[in-house]
């Protein structure tokens, strides 16, 4: 296939899809030390126009301070930064193409709704007819338009988070960097705000690049995501790639809940691998096939809401592991079981709660079979 036809075939939607578009930011091997620390470790990624990307990672993953380089508060030691085409590892913020809203907001507590808004616009010299309409227009995108006269402390967390949202889009910035922009709000605000966020990226056609530490977040915004630890990007992908298909241990155990048996290989074939799990308890059957030496240990990731629960040993052979229930916790939606199998490992469980009343519900300390489906495992290096 030519790159003209694979460029062809590529969903405009996913620009990096397509092997001849050029990306809007890219990072290449970039490094940041602070003394003997090295925070972020040669560092390349490419995120394109209108995408709406975020760098997840724990505490000291590195991603903050990637994203200072980002935004020119904080210099590479090596490597460079090229945003639309112009090479800007060396130029000052304010010479940038660039806004960034941080966490706490960074409202001036003594000026209104209409004035915080107004202020870069103010300070860039733009005509006074121009800023009130371009800030009218903004304050309407985020349903703030009727609280212009209002001062931060005179606002919700919801609301005054809106109100820095429209203070960094008022200057129209190629590019929007936003540091873990929902950590102040409580879990439902932030939930609702998350869509709106969303929303309003997609009507601006404005690139994001959001921090968070905050998995759900992340799954909930980002067209893609890179996953950081200890100053590197270990993966980098669509959400439903990154949960579905982790790259590494580390990636399958920070996003979401799994469960992890370790065994070893004693059948590789190119559809299908069998490992003999001591740890599960049983024979282990995965339907892809892995690069990997005869007998070789390996470690199988399998989230808990693809495992079936039965008090009947199932119709299949692989793949089922019996155990006794320990604990359930009732969340509304779904329950969570911890099954303690026979070997003596600890595993989670999770089970949408579909029906009111269940006639004959599972209870702590019964005896329950753990199944899963061919497709459900993935096999990792150990």
């Known amino acids: 296939m030519t790159q003209a036809s694979l460029a062809q075939a590529a969903d405009p939607r996913k620009p990096w899809t397509d092997p001849v578009a050029e990306p809007f930011v890219r990072i290449e091997a970039v490094t940041k030390r602070f003394l003997d620390f090295t925070a972020v470790d040669a560092v390349s990624l490419d995120i394109y126009r209108s995408e709406l990307f975020c760098l997840l990672g724990g505490s000291g993953s590195g991603k903050s301070t990637l994203l200072r380089m980002l935004a020119g508060f904080e210099s590479p030691t090596s490597g460079r930064i090229i945003i639309d085409g112009q090479d800007m590892t060396d130029v000052p913020p304010y010479e940038r193409p660039i806004n960034m809203m941080f966490q706490s907001y960074a409202l001036f507590p003594h000026m209104s709704v209409e004035q915080n808004v107004a202020y870069g616009l103010k300070q860039d010299g733009v005509p006074k007819a121009e800023i009130a309409r371009r800030v009218a227009e903004m304050l309407d995108l985020v349903k703030m338009g009727q609280f212009v006269r209002r001062k931060p402390h005179q606002l919700s967390g919801g609301q005054r988070q809106r109100v820095a949202l429209a203070r960094s889009l008022v200057k129209r910035p190629k590019l929007l960097l936003l540091?873990?922009?929902?950590?102040?709000?409580?879990?439902?605000?932030?939930?609702?705000?998350?869509?709106?966020?969303?929303?309003?990226?997609?009507a601006l056609g404005i690139t994001f690049i959001v921090v968070t530490h905050d998995?759900?977040?992340?799954?909930?915004?980002?067209?893609?995501?890179?996953?950081?630890?200890?100053?590197?990007?270990?993966?980098?992908?669509?959400?439903?790639?990154?949960y579905e298909f982790p790259g590494n241990r580390f990636v399958a155990e920070f996003i979401g809940s799994?469960?992890?048996?370790?065994?070893?290989?004693?059948?590789?074939?190119?559809?299908?691998?069998?490992?003999?799990?001591?740890?599960?308890g049983c024979t282990l059957f995965v339907n892809h096939g892995i690069s990997s030496a005869p007998a070789q240990m390996v470690e199988v990731a399998i989230r808990p809401e693809k495992i079936r629960l039965s008090r009947q040993h199932p119709d299949q052979t692989d793949n089922v592991a019996s155990g006794v229930i320990d604990e359930i916790a009732y969340m509304g939606n779904l329950s969570v079981f911890q099954i303690r199998l026979k070997t003596g490992k600890m595993i989670r469980v999770t089970r949408p709660n579909l029906d009111r009343y269940d006639e004959m519900p599972l209870q702590p300390k019964e005896p329950v079979?753990?199944?899963?489906?061919?497709?459900?495992?993935?096999?990792?290096?150990?």
């Open 369 to 382: 079979f753990c199944s899963w489906g061919s497709a459900s495992g993935v096999v990792l290096s150990a």
């Open 179 to 202: 540091d873990e922009p929902l950590g102040a709000l409580d879990k439902k605000l932030r939930e609702e705000t998350q869509f709106e966020l969303m929303k309003i990226q997609q």
């Open 258 to 280: 799994v469960n992890l048996f370790e065994g070893t290989l004693v059948e590789d074939e190119p559809d299908h691998v069998r490992i003999d799990s001591p740890d599960a």
């Open 215 to 242: 998995q759900e977040e992340a799954m909930t915004l980002s067209s893609r995501m890179g996953v950081m630890n200890h100053g590197r990007i270990v993966q980098v992908g669509e959400p439903h790639d990154l």
